[in-house]
C-alpha cells in the first residue's frame, strides 16, 4: 500500500471549516483513499473514503485531486468533538479484506473556541 | 445496536506474568482484528479473523502471543509471558466480510508491564 504523509498537528476555530491535508504521491490506480480518526481514549472511527471523485456523507467531504497525488478531509463546521487524530489510510480495493488498513501517525486536530 | 465489547479496560501486570484480553465484536461481522497501539503511534494489526480462521497473524509474534477465536463470535488474545515493552492499548475491530475498509473499533485496553 503507498505511504500517506500528514501534518503532525492542526488547530482550528470551532465552527470553521477544517482542512486536514494527505499527500499520497505513490498512489497506485486501484487504490483508494479512506480517513479515520481517533478521539482520546477510544478507538479509530471510520470517516469516509474515495477513489478519484468527491465525497460527501453526513461526517465529512473528500476532496481527492485529479492526479491522485493528494487528498484533503474538510469538516465543513467543526466542533470541540472534532477534536481527534486523523489518519489517511491508502488501501487497494474498495471491497474484501486482502488489504489490511495500516495507520500512520496521522494529524493531530485541536479545535479550540 | 452495541458496538465492540472489550474487557477489561484496564490492566497493569509485572514482567513474566500472563495476561488476557477479551472481544465481543458487533453482532454479525464475520471478520475481527486485534490491533496494539504504541503511545503516540497508529494502530498496527496483529492478526485478522475469518469467521474461525485466522487469515492474517504475520504481525503477531508467535513465541508470546496466541489469539483464538473458536466459534467464530467472541476472541480472546494471550500474552504469556508479558514483557516491559508489551505495554500498549490493544485494539478490537471487527467488520463485515467484503467491508474490511469500514472497521468498527472497540474502546481498548490499556496494558501496564511493570
Known amino acids: 500500500d503507498a505511504k500517506t504523509t500528514q501534518p503532525p498537528s492542526m488547530d482550528c476555530a470551532e465552527g470553521r471549516a477544517a482542512n486536514l491535508p494527505c499527500n499520497h504521491s505513490t498512489i497506485s490506480g486501484n487504490e483508494y483513499v479512506y480517513w479515520y480518526r481517533q478521539i482520546h481514549s477510544q478507538g479509530p472511527q471510520y470517516i469516509i473514503h474515495?477513489?478519484?471523485n468527491n465525497e460527501t456523507n453526513e461526517m465529512a467531504s473528500l476532496i481527492i485531486t485529479e492526479d491522485r497525488k493528494s487528498s484533503t478531509l474538510i469538516l465543513p463546521h467543526a466542533t470541540l468533538r472534532d477534536t481527534a487524530v486523523y489518519y489517511c489510510?491508502?488501501?487497494?480495493?474498495?471491497?474484501?479484506?486482502?488489504?489490511?488498513?495500516?495507520f500512520g501517525t496521522g494529524t493531530r486536530l485541536q479545535v479550540t473556541l | 445496536e452495541a458496538g465492540v465489547v472489550q474487557s477489561p479496560r484496564y490492566k497493569i501486570i509485572e514482567k513474566k506474568q500472563p495476561v488476557a484480553f477479551w472481544c465481543n465484536p458487533i453482532?454479525?461481522?464475520?471478520?475481527l482484528y486485534w490491533y496494539r497501539q504504541n503511545l503516540g503511534q497508529g494502530p498496527e494489526l496483529l492478526i485478522r479473523?475469518?469467521?474461525?480462521?485466522?487469515?492474517?497473524d504475520s504481525q503477531l509474534p508467535k513465541d508470546r502471543f496466541s489469539a483464538e477465536r473458536l466459534k467464530g463470535v467472541d476472541s480472546t488474545l494471550k500474552i504469556q509471558p508479558a514483557e516491559l515493552g508489551d505495554s500498549a492499548v490493544y485494539l478490537c475491530?471487527?467488520?463485515?466480510?467484503?467491508?474490511?475498509?469500514?472497521?468498527?473499533f472497540g474502546p481498548g485496553t490499556r496494558l501496564t508491564v511493570t
Open positions: 475491530a471487527s467488520s463485515f466480510s467484503g467491508r474490511g475498509y469500514e472497521q468498527y
Open positions: 453482532s454479525g461481522h464475520n471478520t
Open positions: 474515495g477513489l478519484k
Open positions: 489510510i491508502v488501501r487497494a480495493g474498495d471491497t474484501g479484506t486482502a488489504s489490511k488498513l495500516t
Open positions: 479473523y475469518e469467521n474461525e480462521e485466522a487469515v492474517d
